[in-house]
């Protein structure tokens, strides 16, 4: 049997060595201050936790803390409609990469309010709208699922940081008026802006989101329970969007710096898989002019070179 790349490789010490290195060089960015609260958090905030398909976790610095996990829950509000809803949902959102930034109105009018895909903020608000249409509670549904994936009741949504973000979220507000005037929503827009904010304000520390997207690293099965998150041919699926379309107008610089699926959130956190292998979160508060972690960037890129893991 082939070993693990795990059984090779020393994960704790190469993120040791790769986190002492990084704090020793110039931090750099912004903190999301368009979302007032997050605009508060600590930019020099810096932790990381791997977890390998033993559920083992590798971890440094304030990997413990949660924090917002912002679009990366785009990723699991996916799994959840998808699984339920199979191939018919993306007629009414792409698979493309958008190479805009994610909050970016220009390509709807050409496309006719169909998004380039669901991790760009018009495309998650559309499988909010699908989530309405096929959950009698679809906030309930999502935290339940969220739950399953990381195998922890200690995952919320933060009322505060949801509410922080509607109260400046006019880009947002633009976007679900321009989709429904093409006839793309079909529940209340403020019921839907309020189910996307919610989802957007998940917290969870970097142990908590590392294990809650191992199972994509498994075929969509969660390591801990083998309890079925979506079916593998769908597992495959997300992970290619998420390596296509997961960093926005920066897709294709994440591919070729890091080179596995992941998804980035504004809140400085970023999760990446590789599939058999692990899954890993980075979280670092300072983002770049893409609107994606600076350090979590430079420390994934570092980390693949180190580990030899490819996709
Ligand atoms: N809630 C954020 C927004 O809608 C999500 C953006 C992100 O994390 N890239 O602007």
Same mark, same amino acid.
């Given at each position: ?10 994960? =704790? ?19 999301a201050d368009y979302i007032?609260?997050l &605009? ?12 390998? #398909? ?16 912002q679009s990366?829950a785009k ?15 993306? =007629?009414?959102v792409?698979?493309?990469p958008s190479g805009t930034p994610f909050n970016s109105l220009v390509q709807l009018e050409?496309d006719?309010g169909?998004p380039r895909n669901p991790f760009i903020n018009p495309g998650a608000i559309v499988i909010c ?36 973000e509607r109260s400046n979220g006019f880009m947002n507000i633009a976007s679900i008026n321009f989709i ?5 929503? =079909? ?5 839907v802006l309020?189910?996307y904010f919610?989802l957007c304000?998940?917290? #969870? ?5 590392? =294990? ?29 969007? #998420?390596?296509?379309c997961g960093f926005y107008d920066e897709a ?9 699926? &992941?998804k980035s959130g504004v809140g400085? &956190? ?17 983002l770049n002019s893409k609107g994606n972690?600076?350090? &979590? #960037? ?14």
């Amino acid at each position: 049997m082939v070993p693990l790349r795990s059984e090779m490789t020393n994960y =704790q010490d190469i993120i040791e060595e790769l986190y002492h290195k990084l704090l020793e060089r110039k931090n750099v960015g912004e903190v999301a201050d368009y979302i007032p609260k997050l &605009g508060k958090v600590d930019p020099e905030k810096f932790g990381i936790c791997l977890t390998d #398909m033993d559920n083992i976790h590798y971890s440094i610095g304030d990997y413990d803390e949660k924090f917002s996990i912002q679009s990366i829950a785009k990723v699991l509000s996916l799994c959840l409609l998808y699984n339920k809803k199979g191939e018919e949902i993306w =007629q009414r959102v792409d698979v493309e990469p958008s190479g805009t930034p994610f909050n970016s109105l220009v390509q709807l009018e050409a496309d006719k309010g169909i998004p380039r895909n669901p991790f760009i903020n018009p495309g998650a608000i559309v499988i909010c709208d699908m989530l309405i249409s096929e959950f009698e509670n679809p906030k309930k549904e999502l935290r339940d699922y969220i739950r399953r994936a990381t195998n922890s009741k200690n995952i919320h949504f933060n009322e505060s940081t949801a509410a922080s973000e509607r109260s400046n979220g006019f880009m947002n507000i633009a976007s679900i008026n321009f989709i429904r005037s093409f006839g793309n929503i =079909q529940n209340k827009l403020d019921e839907v802006l309020d189910l996307y904010f919610l989802l957007c304000s998940i917290e #969870m520390t970097c142990i908590e989101a590392s =294990q809650a997207f191992l199972f994509l690293a498994n075929e969509g099965k969660c390591n801990h329970t083998g309890d079925t998150l979506i079916i593998k041919s769908r597992a495959k699926r997300v992970n290619a969007i #998420m390596l296509t379309c997961g960093f926005y107008d920066e897709a294709g610089e994440f591919a070729f710096r890091v080179g596995l699926p &992941g998804k980035s959130g504004v809140g400085g &956190g970023i999760v990446s898989i590789l599939p058999g292998e692990f899954s890993i979160a980075v979280w670092s508060p300072r983002l770049n002019s893409k609107g994606n972690s600076h350090r &979590g #960037m430079k420390f994934l890129e570092e980390f693949t070179s180190a580990t030899s893991s490819i996709f």
